[in-house]
């Protein structure tokens, strides 16, 4: 089929059609990186479909094998686009301003017929792009990584926001999936994914625990040229599937993907890209200077923690009166404070009832006291607006890859360590840019060698969460984790490799720059000296964060007990030196105890992050 529409072209070259189209003009457009990105073409950034387009869908090709044969797609389009007044130009109005620049084609109104897209056309703002980038939010599988996704504004004026459209790609689910089966679906390329533009406001109000989430915005650095044809190509895209991979052909992938057709040349996913986080959509952009400014828009809880840390502990007390009952107002105890700070403690109150009830169905009783405390803010003064910290943003965290090499001793025998992490970011690393008290680690192993061993494996993290969020008078967050993976461990007084799976759940505070927690866990382990093969056990973490500028330290003990009678404990320091944003030094000493008997270690590593 493909010989028989290349044929047909070249008769159209001979017998004097308008385009003079020769086969090395072909064979050059073909390969140019404009169609190639109008198409979607891996060019080796990810293992699938290598040579072949990302686009797993018939609707989107005009040629029968367009997918792996980017020369007859090219072919067909020709064909069916260079007819005046051609339906199919319609379809592919980017693809049509590409091949009538290149080839030379002049029409006044090439696209007059096209009544659907040009109306569409007339709703979409073309003024910028603004790459928006909502933190991560480890309450959530989907969003553990931050998310990005693409607005079109008519002006940099704060107020068009209103007007603007949002361009997102994600997966399509039924909705019936659980967190579990969402990762190993999105992991498996068992998810098909689409384009979607809609209004901004109404993606926004989509996140129900946006309010948790800082957003950064960034933008970027397109002309009207290239605004244009990005737009052009949304609107090829509308309904057309894409294969999703939760890790590397996910919504950031897709995005810079749509970029390079924005700006073709760039290559912004130029090389092999094993996964692709968020934030390194970012770097990718500012690597490439296509990034203008940079604007941050902390979430409702971050604004809300900025009036309570604005208020003396007293205050803080009267604020959550005044939320219980704002009647309480008219008590002595609250009309003692002078009237600016009556406001900041009503506007606490006010925030604080919003945001616990942000997720519910607004009842008599909510909309009567936040009446009653809006009323008292607006017959008070307010007082100079709380600033509210710039925290260091995204893209000048460290790499989301891990390598290190180190060494110490344990009970008196030296040893050497080899470390590797696939992604992402532990408690301790350095913080600049991550949420303190949040990690994410996968894929995170340690081969150990001693001078009587050969190199063995001591530990493996497949997956590591941990969400210690601190609690306070007004937002009162559950901390989290869930480990599993394999790890030495004293099983009746001798370490041995052992399976394991634990989680669990807590409480944790924040005093200054310390955060202490306590969680209650639970854990199932495998290993050969128990019978059954399975053992459940139960018991506590308990433990201390302490940040300090660019350091940070983790104190704690965990203690297991087992229904088999075996128990464990196991003490642990671990403090994070980083030498620049991509190299750190890590000491750790560990004390693991067993029916009376114990021994411990201790180690200094050098790390590098890397994307």
């Not at 086969?23 to 040579?51: C, F, K, V």
């Not at 989301?400 to 690393?429: K, S």
């Not at 993290?461 to 559950?478: E, G, M, Q, T």
């Amino acid at each position: 089929m493909s010989r028989m529409i290349r044929a047909y072209v070249l008769m159209l070259v001979l017998s004097g059609a308008t385009s003079t189209v020769q086969a090395a003009q072909l064979d050059q457009l073909a390969e140019d990186p404009e169609w190639l990105a109008l198409l979607h073409i891996n060019q080796g950034a990810t293992i699938h479909s290598r040579g072949e387009s990302y686009v797993d869908d018939d609707n989107f090709f005009l040629a029968d094998n367009g997918q792996a044969d980017r020369h007859a797609e090219l072919s067909a389009t020709i064909a069916a686009l260079q007819p005046a007044g051609a339906e199919d130009r319609c379809r592919f109005p980017a693809r049509y301003r590409f091949l009538a620049r290149e080839l030379g084609w002049q029409e006044t109104e090439p696209l007059a017929h096209c009544a659907d897209y040009l109306e569409w056309r007339a709703q979409i703002p073309d003024g910028r792009a603004v790459l928006v980038f909502p933190a991560s939010y480890l309450n959530s599988p989907s969003s553990m990584f931050g998310h990005t996704l693409l607005r079109l504004d008519d002006s940099a004026e704060p107020e068009s926001v209103w007007h603007s459209w949002a361009v997102n790609f994600g997966a399509l689910t039924s909705g019936q999936d659980n967190s579990l089966l969402y990762v190993y679906r999105g992991l498996a390329g068992g998810y098909p994914g689409r384009f979607a533009i809609v209004p901004y406001v109404t993606k926004i109000q989509e996140y129900s625990h946006l309010e948790n989430r800082d957003i950064w915005e960034y933008s970027l650095t397109l002309d009207d040229v290239q605004m244009a044809r990005l737009i052009d190509h949304l609107w090829e895209l509308q309904d057309i599937n894409f294969d999703y991979y939760f890790f590397d052909e996910n919504c950031s992938f897709r995005l810079l993907e749509l970029l390079d057709v924005a700006r073709p040349g760039e290559n912004l996913i130029e090389g092999f890209r094993l996964a692709e986080a968020p934030v390194n959509t970012v770097r990718t952009l500012y690597d490439n200077d296509l990034v203008g400014e940079r604007e941050y828009r902390p979430s409702k809880a971050v604004e809300l923690r900025a009036d309570i840390d604005a208020l003396t502990p007293d205050e803080q007390r009267m604020a959550k009166v005044l939320l219980d009952d704002p009647a309480r107002a008219e008590d002595e105890a609250f009309s003692k404070f002078a009237p600016q700070r009556q406001h900041l403690m009503a506007r606490t109150a006010f925030r604080a009832l919003r945001f616990s009830e942000r997720k519910h169905d607004r009842t008599n009783d909510v909309a009567r006291r936040s009446y009653q405390l809006l009323t008292l803010m607006r017959n008070t003064p307010a007082p100079e607006p709380v600033e509210i910290p710039v925290p260091s943003s995204p893209e000048t965290g460290h790499g989301t890859q891990m390598i290190g090499i180190g060494g110490g001793q344990r009970e008196a025998a030296d040893f050497g360590e080899l470390y590797y992490r696939f992604t992402y970011h532990d408690l301790v690393d350095n913080h600049q840019g991550f949420l303190n008290g949040a990690e994410i680690e996968g894929l995170d192993f340690r081969l150990r060698s001693t001078e009587s061993d050969d190199l063995k494996l001591e530990s493996l993290d497949v997956v590591k969460i941990r969400s210690l969020a601190p609690r306070n008078r007004f937002l009162k967050p559950l901390s989290w984790t869930v480990h599993g993976g394999l790890e030495r461990a004293a099983v009746f007084g001798e370490r041995r490799l052992v399976r394991f799976v634990q989680g669990g759940a807590g409480l944790s505070w924040r005093a200054g720059p310390l955060q202490p927690y306590a969680l209650a866990i639970a854990r199932v382990e495998n290993n050969s000296e128990y019978t059954p093969l399975l053992q459940s056990g139960a018991g506590a973490q308990l433990g201390a964060l302490w940040y300090f500028q660019r350091v940070a330290v983790q104190t704690g003990v965990e203690g297991i007990y087992f229904g088999n009678d075996d128990y464990r404990h196991r003490w642990q320091v671990d403090i994070n030196v980083p030498l620049s944003r991509q190299n750190g030094l890590r000491l750790s000493w560990q004390r693991d105890a067993w029916r009376g008997d114990g021994d411990s270690g201790f180690g200094l590593a050098w790390r590098h992050y890397f994307d």
